[in-house]
């Protein structure tokens, strides 16, 4: 079963995620803000992390430099979303290696196949 | 009974009046403060039920909402019968309307036209509708606010009365409606009508044509004019910056001359951003009457626009400034340019001076200047 870490302030919007993504067949953990994610990265190991770039205590980007930094996740795949979509934050997340930058109000149908395409496991009914 | 104890009353009566008229003011005062607090104690009580209740339901609306809308929309239409219960009461039903709303905030495509269609099938919109009749403007603004948020279409001439309400909230919704049920040319009305409108209302706007992929670039011309208020100058020029469009540039460049300071620097930065290449030989030219503020940002901004023409009048501006920003701006100008300006910053790491090498290395230094 893979395992996707979102890290999402709102709990409105995490909630709908984690919902959508456990029916997908996923283990999901949440953390709603940047110094959870930190502590759930040093713990477990993911296969995908869904962040957003403007998070409390530790910010999106300073998630994707310590996923490129540390050894142990150099196969932790990460999507963001945002409803910033001007293009340096774009930019900026595409260079620290996130791999899928998506605005909202998002289409869940684009998420998924997003998730999907990054995990690209047969584990995940498509 | 103590109170009237004949002993108390007969002392009461034999009490001097100044005493008499303290003893009344501190027992209307402790009597005042009792009533207050015990008001308070009340108010708490009541909210903190209402809280556990409005979550209770909350949690119910969620789970109903989230099986309906996203787990199972590949299913048939939505069964409206499991959502009637929420009519019941206005407090649930408002709840319903705030879920829903959040809905439509995160999701577009499919989830947000079920919950449209969910909003339509229970009658909500007619509710909205009414409530747009209301005494209140607190009411009438929230029925307008959520009409907008739904998607749900109002007749124009009820919107420009709306237009000329009191309060200012039901003319900010009144403006984004008809922004938003104008498709072509929606700005022009703004323009004429040239009130300002609230940094709230700008972003509103701007969320409008951002995330609408539908819809065209609005005509800016009308809004870039000079005469207009400063507010909607403002927003077009935000605008001129997102949709890059280049027959908006002459619109942009006669704002350059603009008296207000803050939308002028406002202009330059869009010139920018909208890559402007015939700008350039204005801004050089508007160089020497500008503040130094400005000037900072004409150098950016030639920076930015990026031919190999202004290299010399930005390397003069690096080596004749006594201004640290200015040096700081030029050099950063320059290093933009990198690909027309090698030879000058050769020439200018090689000179004697050691403000303007340091300046220099600084702006070299991705780590430092983050260009």
């Not at chain 1, 910033?84 to 930019?91: L, M």
């Not at chain 2, 004949?6 to 100044?18: E, F, I």
């Not at chain 2, 008296?259 to 330059?268: G, S």
Request: hydrophobic share 45%; charged share 20%; proline share 3%.
């Amino acid at each position: 079963m893979k395992k996707i870490l979102l890290v999402v302030e709102d709990l409105f919007f995490s909630t709908v995620l984690r919902a959508v993504l456990e029916k997908e067949g996923c283990l999901v953990d949440c953390a709603a803000n940047g110094k959870e994610a930190y502590a759930c990265l040093e713990t477990k190991t993911y296969d995908l992390v869904v962040a957003r770039p403007l998070l409390t205590y530790h910010n999106g980007y300073e998630l994707l430099n310590k996923i490129n930094q540390d050894t142990e996740l150099t196969n932790t795949r990460v999507m963001m979303i945002s409803p910033v979509s001007n293009t340096e934050s774009i930019s900026q997340c595409l260079r620290l290696g996130a791999e899928v930058y998506l605005k909202w109000p998002i289409v869940m149908n684009d998420f998924l196949v997003s998730v999907r395409s990054l995990l690209s496991d047969k584990q995940i009914a498509a | 009974m103590i109170l009237l104890h004949p002993l108390l009353l007969y002392s009461w009566t034999h009490l001097p009046l100044p005493v008499r008229i303290c003893l009344i003011i501190s027992v209307i005062s402790i009597g005042g403060i009792l009533f207050a607090l015990f008001n308070i104690l009340i108010h708490r009580y009541v909210l903190a039920i209402l809280q556990r209740k409005n979550k209770t339901d909350c949690d119910e609306i969620n789970r109903d909402l989230l099986a309906a809308m996203v787990l199972e929309s590949t299913g048939p239409a939505t069964d409206v019968s499991l959502f009637e219960k929420f009519l019941a009461s206005k407090r649930t039903r408002c709840l319903l309307v705030g879920e829903m709303i959040a809905y439509r905030n995160y999701f577009s495509g499919k989830i947000a036209t079920r919950v449209c269609g969910l909003y339509l099938a229970l009658g909500l919109d007619r509710i909205a509708r009414q409530n747009l009749r209301a005494r209140s403007w607190a009411t009438r603004a929230s029925a307008l606010s959520e009409l907008f948020r739904m998607d749900v279409p109002l007749d124009n001439s009820l919107l420009h009365v709306f237009l000329y309400d009191k309060n200012k909230y039901i003319r900010e919704y009144a403006r984004l409606f008809l922004i938003k049920q104008s498709p072509s040319d929606p700005l022009r009305f703004l323009a004429e009508e040239n009130q300002p409108i609230s940094h709230w209302e700008e972003t509103e706007i701007f969320h409008l044509f951002e995330h609408d992929d539908q819809r065209k670039a609005p005509a800016l011309n009308t809004l870039l004019s000079i005469s207009n208020h400063t507010s909607l100058i403002s927003l077009g020029l935000k605008l001129a910056a997102f949709f890059k469009e280049q027959e908006d540039i002459p619109a942009v460049l006669a704002l350059v001359q603009i008296p207000d300071t803050r939308l002028r620097i406002e202009a330059i930065r869009t010139l920018a951003k909208m890559e402007a290449h015939g700008a350039e030989e204005t801004l050089v030219k508007q160089y020497d009457q500008e503040t130094p503020e400005v000037q900072a940002t004409i150098l950016s901004t030639l920076g930015r626009i990026g031919s190999a023409g202004v290299v010399n009048f930005i390397e003069r501006q690096f080596n004749e400034s006594s201004s640290f920003e200015i040096k700081k701006h030029a050099s950063d100008a320059i290093i933009l340019l990198s690909k027309y300006s090698k030879a000058a910053i050769d020439r200018l790491l090689a000179s004697t001076e050691t403000l303007n090498r340091t300046i220099l290395n600084h702006s070299l230094n991705p780590l430092i200047n983050g260009l």
